[in-house]
Structures are given as structure tokens and as C-alpha cells.
């Protein structure tokens, strides 16, 4: 008995937790470092439409995630969370195309059979050649295949 309460004790606990941690990212209220970690998570939300909006997440420019390929695999499901933001979470690329660290860069993205076929990159302040770099970058990467049209806005 006294074990079904400390294991329901800890569900409810995790569950408010959770709760606690959504609401706070939501408001914008989460330290930086758990904020990008929410924000990679949360928001690398994908839909099956072309008409519904996208999302947003602000990941790290200096993240280690990978090299921003992913393996080429084909799927009839749609890309879960994981595989649309895979090669763009590592925001590496932006500061390699000369954005400073002071430069909001948001990056529109539509995926569909692994590749970038839309991307609207804009910058703030506006810099034409930081962006032309960026959606260059952001077409060269490739995502696993599916059929299915998805759609990712990052800001970095």
C-alpha cells in the first residue's frame, strides 16, 4: 500500500512539474539554458497542412548537436519533432554566415521529401547577405524522406 502512494506521490509530482515547466516556457519565464532545451523541444512542432502555422524555437548558434545532416531514410509517417528539428537545432551555421550574436535571424523552413523546398530567412536588423547565407545553408540540409509536407520557424 505504502508503495502505491510514493509511486503516485511521484506521477502527480512529475505531472505538476511538467505543468509548471510548460506554463513558464510559455510566459518566457525559464532560465536560458532550460529555455533553449524547452524551446528545442516543445516547439519543433510539424503539420500536415500547408495552411496551418508554424513554430518557433530559439536554439543555441553554438550547439554541438551534429553538422546539421541527417540520415536519408525514407518514411510514409510524417517527421516526428525530433527528425524536423535535427538539422536545425545546431545554429552553428548562422553565425558562420557572419549574424552577430545581437541579430535575431528567423528561418521558415517547408520540408517535404528530405528537402527544403520553402525557406524565408529575415533578419533583424535587416542584412541581405546574412540572410541569403543562412537560406543557402538551411537548402543544402536534408531531413529523412517523407511525403508529407511539414512546416519549422526557428529563431536564433
Request: aromatic content about 6%; hydrophobic content about 40%; charged content about 15%.
Given at each position: 500500500m505504502?508503495?502505491?502512494?510514493?509511486?503516485?506521490?511521484?506521477?502527480?509530482?512529475?505531472?505538476?512539474?511538467?505543468?509548471?515547466?510548460?506554463?513558464?516556457?510559455?510566459?518566457?519565464?525559464?532560465?536560458?539554458t532550460?529555455?533553449?532545451?524547452?524551446?528545442?523541444?516543445?516547439?519543433?512542432?510539424?503539420?500536415?497542412?500547408?495552411?496551418?502555422?508554424?513554430?518557433?524555437?530559439?536554439?543555441?548558434?553554438?550547439?554541438?548537436?551534429?553538422?546539421?545532416?541527417?540520415?536519408?531514410?525514407?518514411?510514409?509517417?510524417?517527421?516526428?519533432?525530433?527528425?524536423?528539428?535535427?538539422?536545425?537545432?545546431?545554429?552553428?551555421?548562422?553565425?558562420?554566415?557572419?549574424?552577430?550574436?545581437?541579430?535575431?535571424?528567423?528561418?521558415?523552413?517547408?520540408?517535404?521529401?528530405?528537402?527544403?523546398?520553402?525557406?524565408?530567412?529575415?533578419?533583424?536588423?535587416?542584412?541581405?547577405?546574412?540572410?541569403?547565407?543562412v537560406?543557402?545553408?538551411?537548402?543544402?540540409?536534408?531531413?529523412?524522406?517523407?511525403?508529407?509536407?511539414?512546416?519549422?520557424?526557428?529563431?536564433?
Open positions: 505504502l508503495t502505491r502512494r510514493v509511486a503516485l506521490t511521484v506521477f502527480l509530482l512529475s505531472i505538476f512539474g511538467l505543468s509548471a515547466l510548460a506554463w513558464l516556457g510559455a510566459k518566457g519565464r525559464l532560465p536560458p532550460l529555455a533553449r532545451t524547452y524551446g528545442t523541444i516543445a516547439s519543433f512542432a510539424s503539420d500536415d497542412s500547408d495552411a496551418a502555422p508554424a513554430t518557433s524555437v530559439e536554439p543555441s548558434r553554438t550547439g554541438d548537436a551534429g553538422t546539421g545532416k541527417a540520415h536519408r531514410t525514407s518514411q510514409a509517417t510524417p517527421l516526428s519533432s525530433a527528425q524536423l528539428g535535427a538539422p536545425l537545432v545546431n545554429g552553428r551555421f548562422v553565425s558562420e554566415c557572419g549574424a552577430p550574436d545581437d541579430m535575431k535571424v528567423v528561418v521558415k523552413v517547408t520540408v517535404k521529401m528530405g528537402l527544403a523546398n520553402d525557406v524565408t530567412v529575415t533578419t533583424d536588423p535587416p542584412n541581405s547577405t546574412v540572410a541569403s547565407c537560406e543557402k545553408s538551411t537548402r543544402a540540409m536534408q531531413w529523412p524522406v517523407s511525403s508529407r509536407t511539414q512546416h519549422a520557424t526557428v529563431t536564433y
